[in-house]
């Protein structure tokens, strides 16, 4: 089974599917590897390490994918128009494609016409069994890292309290607005670098998530505020009064923060906002608000996804997209994992081939299309 990896070509993407580590394990399983020159430049990860793990490294996408019976990639391949070279048009017919391919009806559409057999990672269901495999996690808890880092970069004073000879510097006042993966490890970095940390969530369970790790808790509660949590673990869109009642605790809190963080993302939609206009007026310039949600629209209504600061009265926002792709090492050593995990688990050691069991819970939460056709309730013509 030849396995392949290519590099990613869409814009801002610096994380790879695999690592040497990884390449060894998938060598041992029996497979043989083909990686594209330059795959890991960006992560730090050089041809010859590829070399020495075992995988043959070629300098063209086309060479690499001949005869490959699975594809890793980090983001869907590119497609006819999308970029100098047509990834789709190049995959064997009846490969699978292992990746975040953000797919949609389309989408999906196409990999069938195809007859590439996809699978999603970022659909994965939130059971145990798949929390190792678990992309969207590994991804989100580096990213609330990265984004503290950000933001000690870009706020003028200093995170924690410096107490000098010549007078004493207060501790930062650090909001997190979202305190899921990405909300929680922000809230423990801003806390190790010394910050004053107060976070909110819809959540119930958030509250003493949040307590636990030493910050206190900013929100409005009511009995909505007890359904406001999926059964796989993501908030929910909430009703426009309780919205209106939570804007007006988060705006107190924000007016008070030299740094708001925001993760808040509601799966399938686009981001919340957060933070409207009014709300980083009222901010005191200087501060800093770091959007993980830019890539969804944005939590902060002043976010300009794309644009790495853009300063509004004195608050300097960040609005980068790809949060993971700015700590590539780290987020290509655990996304590599995650694949190799999901491969490993449906793997007939026999065949020394993926086996993918159709009636499994991950299986149908994350395969999009099989054998020519669309496979996902998600992304099944609709019917009349």
């Known amino acids: 089974m030849r396995l392949a990896v290519l590099k990613e070509r869409r814009g801002g993407e610096t994380r790879v599917a695999a690592t040497?580590?990884?390449?060894?394990?998938?060598?041992?399983?029996?497979?043989?590897?083909?990686?594209?020159?330059?795959?890991?430049?960006?992560?730090?990860?050089?041809?010859?390490a590829y070399a020495e793990a075992g995988a043959d490294v070629f300098a063209d996408a086309a060479t690499v994918l001949s005869g490959a019976g699975i594809v890793l990639k980090v983001r869907a391949p590119l497609g006819t128009g999308e970029g100098e070279v047509d990834e789709l048009m190049l995959i064997p017919r009846g490969a699978l494609v292992i990746g975040t391919l953000g797919a949609d009806a389309a989408?999906?559409?196409?990999?069938?016409?195809?007859?590439?057999?996809?699978?999603?990672?970022?659909?994965?269901?939130r059971i145990t069994r798949?929390?190792?495999?678990?992309?969207?996690?590994?991804?989100?808890?580096?990213?609330?890292?990265?984004?503290v880092i950000e933001a000690a970069f870009a706020y003028d004073k200093g995170f924690p309290m410096l107490m000098?000879?010549?007078?004493?510097?207060?501790?930062?006042?650090?909001?997190?607005?979202?305190?899921?993966?990405?909300?929680?490890?922000?809230?423990?970095?801003?806390?190790?670098l010394g910050g004053r940390v107060s976070a909110s969530d819809v959540r119930p369970a958030a509250k003493e998530e949040i307590k636990s790790l030493g910050a206190a808790f900013v929100g409005y509660e009511d009995e909505e505020t007890k359904a406001a949590q999926t059964s796989g673990g993501y908030a929910k869109a909430m009703s426009p009064e309780y919205l209106a009642k939570q804007a007006e605790?988060?705006?107190?809190?924000?007016?008070?923060?030299?740094?708001?963080?925001?993760?808040?993302?509601v799966q399938g939609r686009r981001a919340p906002i957060l933070l409207n206009e009014a709300m980083v007026?009222?901010?005191?310039?200087?501060?800093v608000v770091v959007d993980l949600a830019a890539?969804?629209?944005?939590?902060?209504?002043?976010?300009?996804?794309?644009?790495?600061?853009?300063?509004?009265?004195?608050v300097k926002v960040l609005g980068y997209r790809n949060w993971p792709g700015r700590i590539a090492g780290?987020?290509?050593?655990?996304?590599?994992?995650?694949?190799?995990?999901?491969?490993?688990?449906?793997?007939?050691k026999e065949a020394k081939a993926p086996l993918l069991v159709e009636t499994d819970d991950i299986i149908k939460g994350a395969q999009i299309t099989r054998a020519g056709a669309v496979v996902h309730p998600n992304f099944l013509p609709k019917a009349a």
Request: aromatic share 4%; glycine share 10%; net charge neutral.
């Open 281 to 287: 007026a009222a901010m005191k310039p200087g501060s």
């Open 330 to 348: 780290a987020a290509s050593n655990l996304y590599a994992r995650n694949l190799l995990t999901f491969l490993t688990t449906f793997w007939d």
């Open 107 to 125: 989408a999906a559409q196409r990999f069938a016409m195809l007859g590439l057999d996809a699978v999603s990672m970022e659909l994965l269901p």
């Open 164 to 192: 000098t000879a010549a007078g004493t510097i207060p501790a930062a006042n650090v909001l997190v607005l979202g305190a899921g993966v990405a909300g929680l490890q922000a809230i423990a970095t801003a806390r190790r």
């Open 20 to 48: 040497p580590e990884t390449v060894k394990k998938f060598i041992a399983l029996g497979c043989t590897v083909a990686v594209e020159s330059g795959l890991g430049l960006h992560a730090g990860l050089t041809d010859a």
């Open 295 to 314: 890539e969804a629209g944005g939590n902060c209504a002043a976010t300009v996804p794309g644009e790495a600061i853009t300063t509004v009265n004195g």
């Open 249 to 265: 605790v988060v705006a107190v809190a924000a007016a008070k923060a030299d740094i708001v963080i925001c993760t808040a993302l």
């Open 130 to 147: 798949a929390q190792s495999m678990d992309v969207l996690s590994s991804q989100a808890n580096l990213a609330g890292y990265r984004a």
